[in-house]
């Protein structure tokens, strides 16, 4: 990830506005307000980059490609978590699925 994905990502609005409004919210198990739930965690920064592209914070197509190259890896990280989870994928099948990934998006120009 690049320094200007980083701090899309990990800035205002995503941790900060997330962390404001976690402990400010009543009803929610501990673990959600101070825990850091990953799940919860990754859709604030999903949410934060799509807000850079939609406030054009990504002024060229190089930026705006290592967002969509972010994208791709986030897909392949939630078919690899489904394998592992729903489909009881071994390691080894983890690693041939990434390693099919890379190679097809090196071939892609990714």
């Known amino acids: 990830m690049r320094a ?4 899309r990502g990990c800035s205002v609005p995503r941790h900060y506005l997330q962390t404001s409004i976690e402990q400010s919210l ?3 198990p501990e673990f959600r307000k101070h825990g850091g739930y ?3 965690n ?3 920064g999903l949410y934060a980059e799509q807000l850079g592209k939609e406030i054009g914070l990504y002024r060229d197509p ?3 490609y290592d967002r969509l190259r972010s ?3 986030r897909a392949a ?3 690899v978590d489904t394998g592992i989870h729903d489909m009881d ?3 080894d099948q983890v690693v041939e699925y990434n390693i099919v990934i890379s190679l097809y998006l090196v071939n892609r120009g990714f």
């Open 42 to 44: 990754e859709g604030w």
């Open 4 to 7: 200007h994905q980083l701090r």
């Open 62 to 64: 190089g930026s705006d």
């Open 38 to 40: 990953s799940a919860y």
């Open 89 to 91: 994928w071994s390691r």
């Open 71 to 73: 994208e791709l890896f």
């Open 26 to 28: 009543t009803g929610l």
């Open 77 to 79: 990280r939630l078919v």
